[in-house]
């Protein structure tokens, strides 16, 4: 009997609070450490169901056996045993055994029932039960994962067929789901999912017409309303189907129709049932619910298959862009240019040509600087033939001369290898900086490969930016020699050996070493014995802070023999760098300038700190102290008030000068290294460290620190260790 449209509920909610159900109530009284029945309510009896079941005076445990493996005996003993309650929410529990066993889910309270002396004399359970609550949550959570597959733009077979084993696994009777997919013109329904009907089944109704009287689903994608057909062997709407259906043994079918927001028919959405059996309000509820959400995903579907169909036309024109996206970012992985121009040749090949060839003009002639080729022997072949510079009928020459692209469906004039290569055609690109052509690129085609504008177009515009790449590649290696020329010249190449001292140095610049470090570090010995140490920090980078640097040292170097302490040379410094010329910079400088003499006693040094940070001394004792005497910047006035520190490094002691970039050394998160984490490493240095030793457990830990990742400002250390023995010659750590 074909049924009719229920009316859709205002409330878009009102079908899933349908599927919640009620809950009831249990309770049971029991006695003693066998916790037997003695009282329990009719919902209670109910709940555990079977006849032998309804019985007081037998211990719970006999009465119900599945309850001893599942542990629940045994929290009754706990409760009987300590006199304190316990409640669980959602409880779990399979009743019955075999077959008859039934998952339900309770929202318990156990609590100790106690005689008027206050003793416990058995356990009182009170439970509600929130089975058909769980399994709507079941079902809702099902239904969440079916809306995220459909965000995710899940294919719509798996988000169909996992919708229709959701519902047949959580539904409480067997139900059997299948959905059709209308045609684009809606007159017939393809098998769209059906996980647990026969195979035979979905292939006969594939393809089915949409009609009055064509089964459930054809009547029910015809009518555009449910169609609850309760007992298939007696309604008409099944007389060509009944013996399909009593071989796929079904017996009751409830479709509903699955409809855009238009209106226009997707499909239908259909739930068979072996049993002839009548729809309750919960199935409706739960029909509608998910013939909504097929309609989502099966619209969904669509706009995506819209959406692929507009792409394929624009595809061309987004293969253009990631070609040039693609090639733009090999061209500039380096700043090498020869590298650059090697790129461009192998990004040419095989996307624009099957052959390329890259020229350039060095020393007043042509140098074929990379070719690339679909086969080795061709790339070897094309790279022995060297274009002529000034030669009228040479391609490459007239392009380097013209400045302007030469395309022909023919072999290039000029001699070459074209035959043996099966050349057809060639396309000549200039490449050009400022204006100037200094290179071209060669495309050449071989069998039905032609050149058309697009092709054209895509090679100019490779070109330019390859032009682009080699000209930044070229003034990046001048800038680099430079700042590493100079920065090699502001450094002592090596230390030197100073009697009764281990000397160690570390310095690694930030970033790629394209521009000046801001740290410095000098050693240098006086006429009278006395050796001078400096380390210090120069605001800025570049040139002008090498300007700085080169003035303080040589300041400090000039001044050092001709004044008495740590505190006039630095007095000097700092008035020097008041008085140079503004092009030479303003920027501020810290500094710790000391002075140490060789005694039988170990080191005796003399220090002064000009805003610098603070040195540490590490003592025999192997504990670290901060030598925080006062003094401000210098280059910022032209007074500076110093207070000069003495103390004596006793063999194996010794002095640490840092910048702060060791200190502000950033971990990811952004967190600072800091002076607790410098002062403990320095502390750990093993055994009587040596200088070195020092400086590789600091570096080592702070580059576990950071992770390794870049540093972003300038690191140096000096490290003097005071020796019984004459010292091995000082050592630099490598950048």
Not at 395 to 418: D, I, K, N, Q, Y
Not at 510 to 529: K, N, Q, S
Not at 552 to 567: E, I, W
């Amino acid at each position: 009997m074909a049924g009719t449209r229920t009316a859709r509920p205002a409330d878009p909610d009102q079908d899933l609070r349908a599927l919640f159900g009620q809950s009831s109530a249990i309770f049971a009284s029991l006695a003693g450490p066998a916790h037997m029945l003695e009282t329990a309510n009719g919902t209670f009896f109910e709940t555990i169901s079977g006849p032998e079941r309804t019985r007081t005076g037998l211990p719970l445990g006999q009465l119900m056996p599945e309850l001893v493996e599942q542990g629940f005996i045994t929290l009754l003993d706990r409760v009987y045993r300590t006199g304190e309650p316990y409640t669980a929410r959602e409880a779990r529990m399979l009743l019955g055994v075999g077959a008859d066993a039934r998952e339900k889910f309770f929202d318990l309270s156990c609590e100790p029932r106690r005689d008027t002396g206050g003793n416990v004399m058995g356990v009182r359970v009170i439970g509600v039960e929130c089975t058909q609550v769980k399994q709507a949550q079941r079902l809702t959570a099902e239904h969440r994962v079916l809306l995220e597959q459909i965000a995710r733009q899940a294919p719509l077979a798996d988000v169909l067929e996992g919708m229709a084993r959701a519902i047949e696994d959580l539904a409480p009777e067997e139900v059997f789901v299948s959905v059709l997919l209308a045609d684009a013109d809606g007159r017939h329904l393809r098998h769209g999912a059906a996980p647990s009907l026969p195979d035979f089944y979905n292939r006969a109704i594939d393809g089915i017409a949409t009609g009055e009287g064509v089964g459930s689903c054809g009547t029910a994608a015809h009518r555009r309303q449910p169609v609850i057909v309760t007992d298939i062997r007696a309604d008409p709407f099944w007389d060509d189907f009944r013996d399909l259906a009593d071989k796929a043994d079904v017996a009751a079918c409830w479709s509903t129709p699955i409809l855009a927001r238009d209106g226009a028919l997707l499909g239908t959405f259909a739930m068979y049932h072996r049993t002839p059996r009548a729809p309750q309000d919960a199935d409706l509820a739960l029909a509608r619910v998910f013939a909504d959400t097929a309609a989502l995903a099966i619209e969904r579907h669509q706009e995506e298959s819209a959406r692929r169909t507009a792409e394929a036309r624009e595809k061309a024109a987004r293969d253009d862009l990631t070609f040039l996206l693609e090639a733009s970012t090999a061209l500039t992985a380096d700043l090498d240019a020869t590298q650059t121009l090697t790129r461009l040749a192998a990004s040419c090949v095989p996307r624009l040509a099957p052959l390329c060839a890259v020229d350039i003009i060095e020393n007043g002639r042509v140098r074929r600087i990379a070719t690339a080729a679909t086969a080795q022997a061709q790339q070897d072949l094309l790279a022995s033939h060297i274009p002529v510079y000034d030669a009228a009928d040479d391609a490459v020459a007239r392009v380097l001369a013209s400045g302007t692209s030469e395309v022909a469906r023919r072999t290039p004039t000029g001699p070459g290898p074209w035959q043996d290569l099966g050349v057809t055609g060639y396309l000549c690109v200039p490449l050009q900086d400022r204006g100037r052509a200094f290179g071209t690129v060669t495309l050449l085609s071989t069998g039905e490969h032609t050149f058309d504008g697009h092709v054209v177009a895509l090679a100019e515009e490779l070109a330019r930016r390859a032009a682009g790449a080699a000209h930044n590649a070229r003034q990046y290696t001048y800038r680099h020699t430079l700042a590493r020329d100079l920065q090699a010249g502001l450094l002592l190449p090596d230390l030197p050996q100073v009697p009764g001292a281990d000397v160690a140095t570390y310095y690694h610049p930030a970033g790629e070493g394209l521009d000046i470090g801001g740290d410095f570090y000098d050693f240098f010995p006086l006429d009278d014995g006395r050796w001078v140490f400096l380390l210090g920090d120069v605001c800025g980078r570049g040139a002008i802070a090498a300007t700085t640097t080169a003035l303080v040292r040589h300041t400090a170097r000039a001044v050092a023999p001709l004044l008495p302490g740590p505190a006039d040379v630095v007095t000097a410094v700092n008035r020097a760098l008041s008085n140079r010329p503004g092009s030479h910079g303003t920027g501020f400088v810290t500094l710790v300038y000391g002075q140490l003499t060789h005694t039988p006693k170990g080191l005796d040094i003399e220090l002064v700190r000009a805003g610098h940070t603070p040195p540490l001394h590490l003592d025999h004792t192997r504990t670290v102290h901060a030598l925080d005497t006062p003094g401000i910047l210098l280059g910022i006035g032209t007074e500076v008030d110093l207070t000069p520190r003495r103390l004596r490094l006793r063999p194996n002691e010794s002095l640490v000068l840092y910048t702060d970039g060791i200190t502000e050394a950033r971990r990811r998160d952004g967190e600072l290294y800091g002076e607790r984490r410098l002062t403990e490493a320095v502390a750990s240095a093993p055994g009587h460290p040596a200088a070195q030793t020092i400086i590789d457990t600091v570096t080592q830990a702070v580059h576990t620190f950071t992770g390794g990742h870049g540093i972003d400002d300038d690191q140096a250390i000096l490290v003097l260790t005071a020796t019984e023995a004459q010292p091995e010659p000082g050592r630099i750590s490598p950048l």
